[in-house]
């Protein structure tokens, strides 16, 4: 895991959406990383195509993430 971690490191400051086990996704600022957990800031859940912002920082459980997309643009 240290490859993962140094990757993850390295994207701090950029934005991703981590799509979690239960199928929903979160895009947001990736502030911090640990190897339990991922802060988001100016976060906000995907709905379909909607966004709904959430409110304050989201910390994310490393073990609940199924991948993180550093997407081009989201609309």
Same mark, same amino acid.
């Given at each position: 895991m240290p490859g993962r971690d $140094? /990757?993850?490191r390295q994207a701090l400051r950029?934005?991703?959406v981590l799509t979690l086990r239960g199928g929903e996704s979160f895009g947001g600022l990736l502030l911090e990383a640990d190897d339990k957990t991922f802060? /988001? @800031?100016d976060a906000y859940a995907l709905d379909g195509k909607n966004r709904v912002s *959430? @409110?304050?920082r989201?910390? *994310? +459980?490393r073990a609940e993430v199924v991948y993180m997309? $550093? +997407?081009g !643009?989201? !609309?």
């Open positions: $140094k /990757l993850i950029e934005r991703f802060v /988001l @800031d *959430v @409110d304050g989201m910390f *994310v +459980p997309q $550093k +997407p !643009a989201i !609309a």
